[in-house]
């Protein structure tokens, strides 16, 4: 047994890629997308029908170029979604743009939107989770998808409060970014970190443990990897979603693993119940100059690839 099959046995693997042919070989549960996943894969010769069907798509109206090209990139959202939903069993994540993520009623509607996509595709709901930033503008638009059942994974997630304030919104889904976490706290030190000490396992070990300890249903999801040890220390997590290239370490390791994670352990977690509003929010996660400095960071790199996407997409609705 590979270290990827019993790991399967504790976690939820999800594949954090855009490649069909790496979620065919790693056969995940779930799998999720962005931006750069989306144009890397859009590159590649065996996927050019799904651009092309986008491009269709896109066409259909006689739009003017702003308003097809965002249909593309949207067409072509949806039709790689749609695409690894015939492979894996669970749920595809399909991100809405990162410029909406200080804006509750645009992510609302684009998040609408994208489901009315996958509807008309055949893909019912259930499958689908519509990825968002974990500001309190993003929380606010998840909490309002979640009462029309559209389940939501919300993203850059650094600080407790943006955990908590999640559970609380009743979402479905966080992913918090341990290596990211990190990187930060590496750089601060100058120095690289003991495994036993990793703050951004740490991290994600907290929140777990918060969430079974009070009963929250939202699912924890450990994201952002950058070594084998960060994951085999978060098994037993709810998911955790791993890069094709930390799949191959995990699949070629023969070693086994327990689970770390455990709701029994959770049950002994010091942390009391918190009720966060918008102020209280604002200033816990103001306290953790890490998750001010990554939230943003993140969203000017969400932002920044799908602006390339969009750069591409234009060409390609230009040419067509």
């Not at 693997?13 to 855009?18: H, I, K, M, P, S």
């Not at 993003?138 to 304030?165: D, K, P, W, Y």
């Not at 999640?166 to 976490?181: M, N």
Request: charged fraction near 25%; charge should be negative.
């Amino acid at each position: 047994m590979s270290l990827l099959d019993s790991l399967k046995r504790h976690t939820t693997v999800v594949a954090d890629t855009g490649d069909i042919g790496a979620i065919a070989q790693y056969r995940p549960q779930d799998a999720t997308t962005n931006p750069s996943l989306l144009l890397k894969a859009s590159q590649q010769p065996e996927y050019r029908h799904l651009v092309d069907d986008a491009l269709k798509a896109a066409e259909r109206g006689g739009a003017p170029e702003v308003a097809r090209t965002e249909a593309f990139m949207d067409s072509l959202s949806v039709a790689f979604g749609h695409e690894i939903l015939e492979i894996i069993p669970g749920r595809v994540s399909t991100e809405v743009d990162a410029r909406l993520s200080f804006d509750t009623s645009a992510s609302v509607a684009k998040a609408r939107h994208l489901i009315g996509l996958y509807e008309q595709a055949g893909v019912g709901r259930e499958r689908i989770l519509i990825k968002l930033a974990s500001t309190w503008e993003g929380i606010r638009a998840a909490e309002m998808l979640e009462r029309e059942e559209i389940h939501c994974n919300l993203t850059l997630l650094f600080s407790f409060a943006q955990a908590v304030a999640c559970a609380e919104a009743g979402v479905t889904l966080i992913s918090p970014f341990v290596g990211r976490i990190y990187d930060w706290h590496k750089k601060v030190r100058g120095a690289d970190i003991p495994a036993a000490d990793d703050p951004g396992v740490a991290s994600v070990t907290r929140i777990y443990n918060y969430y079974k300890k009070f009963d929250y249903p939202t699912q924890v999801m450990g994201a952002s990897f950058r070594k084998m040890d960060q994951i085999v220390r978060l098994a037993g997590c709810d998911l955790l979603t791993i890069s094709p290239e930390l799949l191959d370490e995990l699949a070629k390791s023969d070693d086994a693993l327990t689970a770390r994670l455990t709701p029994e352990s959770a049950r002994t977690s010091a942390d009391p119940r918190l009720y966060l509003d918008e102020k209280t929010f604002r200033w816990m996660h103001n306290e953790d100059a890490m998750a001010v400095e990554k939230l943003s960071e993140g969203i000017r790199k969400f932002n920044e690839d799908a602006r390339k996407l969009e750069k591409w997409a234009q060409t390609a609705v230009t040419a067509a």
